[in-house]
């Protein structure tokens, strides 16, 4: 059974960084493409970034510069590094896959972790 | 990047209704849409892929049409479990984007 579950998520302040992971289980992080996709409190979907197998990575707009996203295939877990935050990335962050190869929607999705940033 | 807009953002409706909602992309993705469902508290769910593709264990209520530019997602008889917050999606390109949902509330 495929499993995501994140943690790093809780209360920073402006300017600050926090660091998520995602720890899987059911399938290999590096065998195919993960995303963190956040929600704003009572707010819609964004996607927020990505890394490939082959290890690209790709951000949103509104969080390059800001975020890495990383894996560490030896611990099967996705991470997201967020520096600089700001009170508009408060947010749940799921992190999500596929299950199918190729250009594909998000069939996993972890339960998410809450980001609070505020002073 | 690519911009899905829903319609409507809300609804009311009855257990038995027959409901569509619209998702539009703002330039042609082919098929590559998708919708999830999403009740409070909880992780979205994917309902539908390649536009029309029931995913396993969705129950067949649930269908979806469309390709290119403007897509559909019809529940064809309304179930007090279907009253959640449903998102269209294109995965077309790496920079993926939803609609701003549709919440389907009981009447």
């Known amino acids: 059974e495929v499993q995501l579950v994140e943690s790093g998520g809780g209360l920073v302040q402006p300017g600050g960084s926090l660091r998520l992971s995602c720890a899987a289980s059911g399938f290999t992080v590096s065998s195919n493409y993960m995303s963190w996709v956040r929600q704003a409190p009572g707010k819609g979907l964004e996607w927020v970034s990505v890394i490939y197998s082959g290890g690209s990575t790709y951000y949103a707009d509104s969080v390059k510069g800001r975020f890495t996203i990383s894996r560490d295939n030896s611990k099967n877990t996705l991470y997201l590094q967020m520096n600089s935050l700001r009170a508009e990335d408060t947010a749940v962050y799921y992190c999500?896959?596929?299950?199918?190869?190729?250009?594909?929607?998000?069939?996993?999705w972890g339960q998410g972790t809450l980001v609070t940033v505020s002073s | 990047a690519i911009r899905m807009t829903q319609s409507p953002s809300s609804l009311s409706a009855s257990t038995g209704d027959r409901v569509t909602i619209t998702c539009r992309a703002s330039q042609g993705i082919s098929s590559y849409l998708a919708w999830y469902q999403q009740k409070p508290g909880k992780a979205p769910k994917l309902l539908i892929y390649a536009a029309s593709t029931l995913q396993s264990g969705v129950p067949s209520r649930f269908s979806g049409s469309g390709s290119g530019t403007d897509f559909t997602l019809t529940i064809s008889c309304l179930q007090s479990e279907d009253f959640a917050t449903y998102y269209c999606q294109q995965y077309y390109s790496y920079s993926w984007t939803f609609g701003q949902g549709t919440k389907v509330e009981i009447k």
């Open positions: 999500a896959s596929p299950k199918r190869f190729g250009e594909s929607p998000f069939d996993y």
